[in-house]
């Protein structure tokens, strides 16, 4: 039997997530792209998100650009109502966005061999503190990470 896929275009989907979120009910989805590398892996993982009621640095943030694009990021700074993103598997290049933009924050990682990484585990959130401290050098080991997985 031929696996189907079917491909829903990101504003109809991110439109339903955003729905749903508002509803107070959680959402998982499977994350797509490497800009979450070394944390969220591509085709492989999947996020459980929930509505965001408190935002912080650190917190793995779903947000509606003003320029129409949604974006699963990490909050990397904040500053009254203003929110600043940045991808993990990024070395530059950050989004902004106001807190009323952010639809969610994910509360679980879901692992493709079904580990499941809970997002206030302190162990990961060490490990969270520590790959933000690396990014002046995040260009070389994600060079690294890449060529391996």
């Not at 696996?3 to 439109?15: A, C, E, G, R, W």
């Not at 499977?30 to 912080?56: A, H, Q, T």
């Not at 499941?116 to 002046?136: A, F, G, H, M, Q």
Request: hydrophobic share 45%.
């Amino acid at each position: 039997m031929m696996n189907q896929h079917l491909v829903i275009p990101n504003d109809i989907f991110f439109s339903e997530v955003e729905k749903h979120l508002a509803e107070g009910k959680s959402v998982v989805f499977p994350v797509k792209g490497y800009s979450m590398l070394p944390f969220i892996r591509n085709g492989e993982d999947s996020v459980e998100l929930v509505r965001c009621k408190g935002l912080e640095v650190g917190d793995i943030a779903l947000a509606h650009l003003p320029n129409g694009a949604y974006v699963l990021h990490r909050v990397w700074d904040m500053k009254g109502d203003k929110v600043i993103l940045m991808g993990d598997g990024n070395i530059s290049g950050k989004e902004f966005c106001l807190r009323s933009d952010v639809l969610g924050v994910a509360v679980k990682i879901l692992k493709r061999d079904g580990k499941v990484i809970e997002c206030t585990d302190p162990s990961y959130l060490k490990k969270v503190k520590l790959w933000r401290r690396l990014l002046p050098i995040r260009r070389y080991i994600l060079a690294i990470y890449r060529r391996l997985i």
